[in-house]
Each structure stands twice: as structure tokens, then as C-alpha cells.
């Protein structure tokens, strides 16, 4: 009998670490190849993990609660023989004692270096390490793909003090005691961290309008009862959907996204599909699902699409594939009855798009007053991308598209 170990996977989207939610298992049960042994927790979502091996457990390396760094061994099953590991996997046996992260490297960095990785990075920026005596393994990546940008290397080999962010720069204040601190740990960290990383590299222009949505709120009613909507929770979100994606086909250049080059260089990256991204609250934080190439859609696949998305979202449901390559997001805030906002971008998008409540206010119509369904549109972006005239032409087009929503045919199988 042999006891081999479990080490956290890599579930295939380059993720370096987890949070282990819950054990299905306890020590002394009998496991099969496939069976469900533990819900981890990444940066995007909650994953099942089935075992790649059989056997009767030893022990739990990893308590509940704990975050470790894919990689880590994470249960211990006694086997009668060797079993194969699940294919995609794409865990390796190590061999030796695992190598302690250095004081202020990235997770990142220490993996690539326990694991023997060789970083992504082109010749001109490996050049740029060796001559600033930086270890390649030790930087974090922001290039698209994953590689190790000229910046990165800059900003690694810049001074501590310089290389902290605003929230620790400078001395410390005290805090006032009493208080309850709860840690910051898998989605809310990387909400936290995308958030920092776009307000620090992209500058954000906001403005919004006013829009009176009577014609959407008809529309929806109407929509609602359609057998081609049936399974679905049509909204003002649904109409909005639609309206961004209208407006894109008028103005491309917000479903775009900035790029730095190797070079020093940057460029402007159009995309020639919208990967269409929503905020969805859920009881672990904040996540950002996208509906993949949403333009080709009808409107009723449009708001199947988002409906599952967001009921999958609740319930912890999401691959982590499901909140990547996003290339516009969309965050409805008018369910918290709150009218607008300035949104943060999601790093790497151009546009946010922020929908506010609506709500009965007087409305100039005609010469007179009426009330009327208004509805508050924000709109943030990046000014490198995106300039004035681009974004406040893209901001009317979805008001004006809202304020008069083009009627489906009587099958609303659109």
C-alpha cells in the first residue's frame, strides 16, 4: 500500500491559489476515481473537485478556510496501487522540500520558481531583467497573455517606497480599537486587487444622462408574457443588454482595450465580438460573468444567457471561465434603489456601463409636464481609448435605443 498525495490543481484558467470551502470527506472514508472530495473557492468561483485517485484517507493537509497555492498538497489517500491522475489536471509530482516564497515575491512568481516554470517574457524584456538584476520568476505578469511586460520588470526593480500602493503609502495611523476584522480572501481579494490595478493604470472619465424609459417598461411587459421568454427573468437589464450592443455596431472603439507593448510602444485592440459582462452580487462578493459573443444573439437568447449566468452566479455555480475575456461590463445598480454612480472598469476593458433605478418623476413632454419612468444611465472609460465625443455618442445611442426600443415581431422569437 502506497500513500500518495493530492496537490491543489491548476482547474485550467492559470489561477495560482484557492480557498478551501468544505470537505465532503472525512479521514477513514473509502474514495473512488471522480468522486466529489472538496469545494474550493478561486479568484472567479466556487469549483467542485473530484479525486484522481482511490484509496481510503489518511489525513486533510488543509483545514477549511485556509487559501494555498495551487500546487499544495492538500490530502493525504492510501492506495493499493498507482491510479493516473485526471487528465487536464496538470498537477506534478515534486520532488524535494517545497521552496519558501521570498519576502515581498509574488504568488506568481514563487510558483513559477518551485515549479521549475520558465516566465513568459520576449527578449527584449528579459534583456531589461538581466541588466536590472531582476529574477524574471519573481514578477508579477500584466501582459494579455500572461507575459512578463518591460513595465513589470520597472516596476519590480523600482525602490520599496515606490513600488507601495497609495492605501500604504506613508506612516500608519493608528486605528481605534473594538473593531471585528474579517479576512479579505478569494473574490473579494480579486475584486479588490482588479479594482486598485484599473483606477492606478487607466483614467477614468465619467458623465451620464437621464432617459425616460416608458417605451422599454411596455416592452418588457409585453416580453414577459412571450412563450419565447418563458424560461427566462426579462428586465430593464435585458432591454439595456440590447441597447449596448446596438450602440457598439455605431461606435467599436468602446469594446476595446488598451495595450502596452514590449517596445514602449502601445496599441488599440477592437474586438470584432462583444464578450458582454454583468455584475452579479452574491453572498461570497461581487463577480462579473460575460456572455460570450452576445451580438450574435437574439433577444431572447440574449436574456436566456444572462438569466443563467446570474442564477449560477447566486449560487456559486460559475466556472471560473465564465468571468474571462470580458470586454464590456454592464453593473445594475438601480436594484439597490440607487440611481447612478461612477463605475470603476473592470482592468482591460474601456467601458462600464452603470444602470440606475427607475423611478415616476415629472418629465417634460410635448410642451407640458407628465410623469414618466426614468431611468439614470452612468457611463465610465478609459480616456486613452475611448475619447469624449466617442463615449458620449455611445451613451446616446443606448439612451436613445432605451427611450425607444425597436418593437419585436409578433413572435418575440428575436
Request: charge should be negative; charged fraction near 20%; include cysteine.
Amino acid at each position: 500500500m502506497t500513500v500518495r498525495e493530492f496537490c491543489l490543481p491548476d482547474v485550467g484558467e492559470g489561477l495560482t491559489e484557492a480557498e478551501i470551502i468544505g470537505w465532503r470527506i472525512a479521514v477513514g472514508d473509502v474514495i473512488t476515481v471522480n468522486q466529489p472530495i472538496v469545494d474550493i473557492e478561486t479568484a472567479k468561483a466556487v469549483v467542485e473537485l473530484p479525486s484522481p485517485f482511490a484509496g481510503v484517507v489518511t489525513e486533510l493537509l488543509i483545514g477549511e478556510g485556509r487559501v494555498v497555492e495551487v500546487g499544495t498538497p492538500i490530502l493525504a489517500v492510501e492506495v493499493s496501487d498507482r491510479e493516473p491522475v485526471l487528465i487536464g489536471y496538470g498537477v506534478a509530482e515534486e520532488s524535494g522540500p517545497r521552496r519558501r516564497r521570498r519576502r515581498g515575491e509574488s504568488d506568481a512568481g514563487a510558483l513559477a520558481a518551485t515549479k521549475g516554470i520558465t516566465p513568459r517574457a520576449k527578449p527584449p524584456v528579459r534583456k531589461l531583467a538581466r541588466d536590472l538584476g531582476v529574477d524574471l520568476a519573481s514578477v508579477p505578469a500584466t501582459g494579455v497573455h500572461g507575459d512578463i511586460t518591460a513595465e513589470d520588470v520597472r516596476r519590480y526593480a523600482a525602490p520599496p517606497a515606490v513600488r507601495r500602493s497609495g492605501a500604504d503609502a506613508g506612516p500608519r495611523l493608528p486605528r481605534p480599537a473594538g473593531g471585528q476584522r474579517t479576512a479579505v480572501r478569494s473574490v473579494q481579494r480579486s475584486m479588490a486587487q482588479a479594482m486598485v490595478r484599473s483606477v492606478s493604470t487607466a483614467p477614468h472619465v465619467s458623465t451620464w444622462v437621464d432617459v425616460d424609459v416608458s417605451a422599454t417598461m411596455r416592452l418588457i411587459e409585453r416580453l414577459r408574457v412571450a412563450s419565447a421568454f418563458a424560461q427566462s427573468r426579462v428586465t430593464p437589464l435585458t432591454i439595456a443588454a440590447a441597447a449596448v450592443l446596438h450602440a457598439i455596431r455605431r461606435t467599436p472603439v468602446v469594446n476595446a482595450s488598451w495595450i502596452d507593448l514590449d517596445d514602449g510602444e502601445a496599441a488599440i485592440e477592437t474586438y470584432p465580438f462583444v464578450n458582454l459582462g454583468f455584475a452579479v452580487a452574491g453572498e461570497r462578493g461581487l463577480t462579473v460573468p460575460n456572455v460570450r459573443d452576445a451580438g450574435a444573439l437574439s433577444l431572447a437568447g440574449l436574456a436566456r444567457a444572462i438569466t443563467d449566468l446570474t442564477d449560477r452566479a447566486r449560487e456559486g455555480r460559475l466556472s471560473p471561465a465564465d468571468s474571462l475575456e470580458g470586454t464590456m461590463t454592464i453593473t445594475n445598480i438601480g436594484v439597490f434603489g440607487v440611481d447612478g454612480g461612477t463605475p470603476i472598469l473592470n482592468p482591460g476593458e474601456s467601458v462600464i456601463l452603470a444602470t440606475g433605478r427607475v423611478v415616476d418623476r415629472p418629465w417634460a413632454v410635448e410642451g407640458g409636464l407628465a410623469v414618466r419612468p426614468i431611468m439614470t444611465l452612468s457611463l465610465s472609460f478609459d480616456h486613452r481609448v475611448v475619447d469624449g465625443a466617442a463615449g458620449a455618442t455611445f451613451l446616446a445611442d443606448v439612451a436613445n435605443y432605451l427611450h425607444n426600443p425597436p418593437i419585436p415581431d409578433a413572435s418575440f422569437d428575436t
